[in-house]
């Protein structure tokens, strides 16, 4: 039962977890079964950027008129935004939503914000300013190479579990290992998920061609929206590579294009595909993880409704 304060009777707040890798299919699910009674926190690293909407499969209008959601557009491109931001931020949006008796639904792709939230942040020091901006100097002097072969120096055990071009993931566990003369990895992590809070985590899963489709049909979609005139605008505005959010897929790849003279949308495409293949195979690798998670297939509408049914959750928002 839930009481007049939006908790349940054991005095946790729930929420729903809802995460896929890219192109699986979370909007038209969010749209059809979370239209009633809850209120989205947005858990993508891309979408709270201002200004870039089509490259990040931002909400349209509609579905924000639709479902209230939180979390978006909170950052210029140019401002770092950390998942201790997001946890900080979720648990905040969290306790608020459910003081006006509706439900969280924190949906999106960003693994490590999940993590963060549903198991707490690990033990390694917080973000330092003053050495992140050290750590972008060195790597803008001596080059992303370098910056991995450094990473398998200091702390081999992090470098194996980040792929070379993840650039953000690599300047963090540097950073650290700048700031605190200790590996990441030897920072404890916590293996078990928080208890202040009632998690009910859903999955979704495609078969690997099925998802490859979907993400070049994704694609074409977005430059048919004019994601082409966005990057233009974002270029012709002053973005750089240092900014946080043109690290993000779609726009990396077009800062590389415009650098190299590659202008041809064909060639992006094709970059945009691969990067974000890659991507999808390391978010389910990261996903798979989560022991106390359900897995669906985007369309098993009723598997799911099911599940959240049991669960306590009533799709018309009401705990029972």
Known sequence: MRSSTGKTTDSRNKAVVLF?????GKTALTEELFS???EIINADSVQVYRGLDIGSAKPDERLRALIPHHLLDIRNPWEQY??????????AMISDISSRSHIPLITGGTAYYFRSLIYGPPAAPASDASVRA????MIDEKGKEWAYSYLEEIDPDSAARISRSDIYRISRA???????????SSFPVPDSPRSDIDFVIIGLVREKSELARRIDLRIDEMFRMGFYDELRGLMESGAERSWPGMKAIGY???????????ASIRVLKEEISRSTRQY???QMTFFSSFSECRFFHPDDRKGIASYLESSGISLHGLIV
């Open 134 to 137: 050290r750590v972008a100097a």
């Open 36 to 38: 009633d009674g809850f």
């Open 280 to 282: 999808a195979k390391r």
């Open 252 to 262: 990396r790849e077009a800062l590389d294009a415009a650098e190299s003279g590659e």
């Open 174 to 184: 540097i950073e650290v290992y700048e700031g605190s003369g200790r590996p990441l």
């Open 82 to 91: 950390t998942a201790g931001d997001f946890v900080r931020d979720a648990e």
């Open 20 to 24: 896929g890798p890219t192109a699986v």
